[in-house]
């Protein structure tokens, strides 16, 4: 029966933390310590409130068992572990992560960095700065300029530029639409005709419209013509 | 709480943990994040994920100065289309380019520069069609291959450069190359006003032999099928499906993230049977083609008698099929590859330095029902003569059959030495059973 080896921890604050050595270890800076001697004392934690050496205390507790090989806990139970471990404000998730860095627990500092960009994964820029009381430090210039850059991702109004919708409509249903009938008595026959101004959806339902007003053609040799419709460029407008 | 102070070693584990888009968006957000969020290493990762790109080049060919301002590039360029779906399209275009280059590079070389948007729109005006999604994309990243045939004579080099590929049985040859848009437009207007197909038809030539023997593959752009011509396609415009119509899906729908057309399913699949050798390269007179006779079982039989060794498979010829026809519905060709080991011909522990085959017994099979059982002498009129460790004897062939499977096996029957020497008895070599298979991709 070996008797467990321990160190002592002291944090910022002057709290005492007494662990087993292998559960300290999970810190790469502690271990460093250990490996030159220089743990025989209480190991001062400048750096580390007590409040959040206890949470790291925690994390590397619950690792250290895990790799233990008599341990059963699964890698599902170990992620469900920390993910109610990490459900913590704002401010402690940063202070852990500043901990996690000088104390070097890598697995606490994947885990927490993570966690930080789940938190700005889809978010607009402005929820950004919201969710962490960022300031909006750029010039007018300089936020257009960044804007501009980095427009493809600001994806949805980009997507529309430069798609063409066709309509093919029967002559007798493009003549009630009194431009058209012109273009068409000007022979615009066999080409498109582009509509500029239109959204492919407002062309749909004035088509629509149009049907209803058209008695259907006798015969079936009627000359069709296709209608394009442009998607306007400035994507401010609606 | 601070995310501007955590330092720029956390920072950028923080920021690499996004994806592209929200990096993006991240430099937006103030000074300090901007000047994080463009580090280049991060965009080099970025590069390197998505796009395969390990220097920073636009889609044009041309170097940017940095990974970020490469994969602007990219996403600006092509922000018309859903991004997963030109991921896609990249990476299999990436896959025959790199099978080319290492094992064709004389096809790689036929491979154009992609066409941009306004070419497309000009060649869906002129043919008053609108091209399913993904193959507007496999357009953009490459437009085909350009074919030049060979002004040195007899050499058909030039003709069997085919990215597809084909096959060849008696007169019969064919080479499948991908049409450049342009000629895809040409050829599709000459053909539709041939065969009296009425304006409606949406469909458009992508890919053909320049071959004598004639083979057109169709996309029908309303539904994103894509339709191989038989042997009726002239006089009644008859085609057969080549991709599993289950798989095709949204293919106009620029919203949705799983658009596939039979085009880039059919490009997919080819690309993934060269990688893992089902179809090989063939060297027939100092010349290489891609050939569609499969190379590995299930399709492709092995047996081993006495030190002889036969290959044996079978390819779907559409071109020749006849739908309306019950006897020659379907047609396939066979390709025979014979060769001796290295040890010669043993029998019985006897060996010896070469053999010669006499006959051949031939049976093919419609689902199981005998349609015909050959036994006569040579084959394709000839007595090939095996010598040991030498390049395998192979020849082609061909058979109708009624239904969409069917088998072949049979033997031959060889004699040790040579038929004007025979140094003892003859022997017969087994063919083992191969597949004739209507199958779901047809090339």
């Keep these: 029966m070996s008797s467990v080896k321990k160190v002592t921890l002291k944090s910022s604050d002057g709290e005492i933390f007494e662990v087993e050595e292998t559960v300290a270890m999970e810190s790469q800076t502690i271990k460093g310590l250990i490996e030159d001697d220089c743990a025989d004392n209480a190991i001062p934690l400048p750096n580390v409130t007590g409040h959040i050496l206890s949470l790291v205390i925690q994390y590397c507790k619950e690792h250290t068992s895990s790799s233990d090989s008599n341990s059963s806990k699964s890698n599902e139970k170990l992620k469900a572990w920390d993910t109610q471990f990490i459900n913590v404000d704002l401010n402690v998730l940063f202070d852990l992560i500043m901990a996690a860095n000088y104390l070097n627990v890598k697995g606490l500092l994947d885990l927490t960095c993570q966690t930080v960009a789940d938190m700005i994964k889809e978010k607009t820029p402005e929820q950004i700065r919201a969710m962490f009381n960022i300031v909006n430090d750029f010039t007018p210039e300089e936020e257009e300029e960044v804007r501009r850059e980095n427009a493809w991702a600001f994806e949805i109004s980009l997507k529309n530029n430069n798609v063409v919708d066709t309509f093919e409509v029967e002559e007798s249903m493009a003549k009630e639409l009194q431009t058209i009938k012109n273009m068409i008595e000007d022979n615009y026959t066999d080409s498109v005709i582009p509509l500029h101004n239109v959204t492919s959806d407002i062309l749909e339902l004035v088509i629509e419209d149009c049907k209803k007003h058209v008695e259907a053609a006798e015969s079936e040799s009627e000359p069709s013509y296709s209608l394009a419709s442009k998607l306007i460029d400035d994507p401010l407008k609606a | ?443």
């Design chain 2, 1 to 443: 709480m601070d995310l501007e102070a955590v330092g720029d070693l956390i920072l950028h584990t923080i920021l690499s943990n996004l994806t592209p888009k929200d990096a993006a968006i991240a430099a937006c957000v103030s000074n300090k994040l901007k000047s994080s969020a463009s580090e280049d290493i991060l965009w080099s990762k970025f590069c390197s994920q998505e796009l395969d790109l390990n220097e920073p080049i636009d889609p044009l060919g041309n170097p940017t100065p940095s990974f970020k301002a490469c994969y602007q590039a990219w996403r600006e360029a092509f922000n018309m289309y859903p991004w997963p779906l030109v991921m896609r399209v990249k990476r299999c275009w990436g896959r025959l380019k790199n099978w080319l280059s290492i094992n064709f590079p004389e096809a790689e070389a036929t491979l154009c520069k992609g066409v941009s948007e306004v070419e497309i729109q000009e060649s869906e005006r002129i043919l008053k069609v609108k091209l399913p999604l993904p193959t507007r994309i496999l357009y953009r990243f490459c437009d085909g291959q350009e074919f030049k045939p060979e002004r040195s004579s007899g050499s058909a080099g030039g003709s069997l450069l085919g990215l597809i590929g084909g096959y060849s049985f008696y007169t019969h040859l064919v080479n499948v190359f991908l049409l450049p848009l342009n000629e895809a437009v040409l050829n599709t207007k000459a053909i539709i006003r041939q065969i009296g197909l009425s304006s409606r038809f949406k469909y458009l030539v992508v890919a053909a032999s320049y071959t004598e023997s004639e083979k057109f593959f169709f996309l029908n752009c309303t539904t994103g099928q894509l339709h191989v011509g038989t042997v009726n396609l002239a006089t009644e415009g008859e085609m057969i499906p080549c991709v599993p119509n289950a798989l095709i899906s949204s293919v106009h729908d620029s919203n949705g993230d799983q658009q596939q057309d039979a085009m880039l399913l059919w490009l997919e699949e080819h690309a993934r049977r060269l990688e893992n050798g089902t179809i090989k390269l063939r060297e027939k007179g100092g010349t290489r083609s891609i050939s569609l006779f499969p190379e590995e079982p299930p399709l492709c039989s092995t047996a081993l008698t006495n030190g002889v060794k036969v290959r044996a498979s079978a390819v779907f010829v559409p071109e020749i099929a006849d739908l309306q026809n019950e006897r020659r519905k379907y047609t396939f060709s066979y390709s025979i590859r014979m060769s001796l080991l290295r040890e010669g011909c043993v029998i019985n522990g006897i060996p010896f330095s070469s053999c010669q085959l006499q006959r051949r017994h031939w049976i093919i099979c419609a689902n199981d029902r005998v349609e015909s059982d050959v036994n006569d002498e040579a084959v394709i009129g000839q007595y090939p003569l095996l010598l040991p460790g030498e390049k395998e004897f192979v020849y082609e062939s061909c058979t109708p059959l009624p239904t969409s499977l069917g088998s072949v096996e049979g033997s031959f029957t060889f004699v040790p030495g040579r038929l004007v020497d025979p140094k003892g008895a003859p022997f017969e070599v087994e063919v083992a059973r191969f597949p004739l298979q209507l199958p779901d991709y047809i090339f």
